[in-house]
């Protein structure tokens, strides 16, 4: 497997992974998920935020334009469970149309991200790396705090094994994001 075809299966795994935690976080009440918590950030909300926030930064960057401190203004920019689900979606369909332009330049090409003392300069292969590894981190700490809530935490440590039982198992999530086994691995 490329390094391309490796960082496009990641960008469709998140994706995936995303959609199953935002069905199970739709299913609390608007005070469950502002509910204090234990986990980095206080609440499932406010951490399914962060995952966005910093998704905008990163994929931005890549992008050649990158948002920088502004990502985080709000903290929150999306108290309401739907509209989060709403951007989020649209963040992770970003990141699936820029892996799957990646070649070997664009992997080596330097990223710009404007932090407050200076700019960070980064390859954007392992901005990538950085990026699927820090939602990987927060989902699973939403994962987490959702066991203590009145919804089952969802699966979220599969990788599109090929055994076709497993295949059925993601069908109805596949079908509503308008994936298929095919558009991933070939």
Do not use: K
Request: glycine fraction near 4%.
């Amino acid at each position: 497997m490329t390094p391309q075809r490796y960082l496009l299966a990641q960008a469709y795994n998140n994706a995936w992974a995303n959609h199953r935690l935002m069905n199970a976080c739709r299913m609390l009440s608007p005070e469950e998920l502002a509910a204090p918590r234990t986990g980095f950030f206080p609440s499932i909300i406010h951490t399914l935020n962060h995952i966005l926030t910093v998704d905008w930064l990163y994929i931005s960057a890549l992008e050649g334009q990158c948002v920088g401190a502004a990502a985080f203004d709000p903290e929150i920019p999306f108290p309401r469970i739907l509209d989060l689900e709403r951007e989020q979606r649209a963040a992770d369909r970003r990141l699936i149309d820029h892996c799957r332009q990646l070649d070997r330049d664009t992997l080596a090409a330097e990223v710009l991200i404007p932090r407050e003392s200076h700019v960070q300069v980064e390859r954007a292969d392992r901005i990538l790396l950085h990026l699927f590894q820090h939602q990987i981190h927060h989902r699973g700490q939403v994962h987490a705090m959702l066991s203590g809530t009145s919804v089952r935490p969802p699966q979220l440590d599969e990788f599109f094994p090929a055994d076709p039982a497993e295949q059925a198992l993601r069908r109805q999530d596949f079908a509503e994001l308008g994936f298929t086994e095919n558009l991933i691995w070939i």
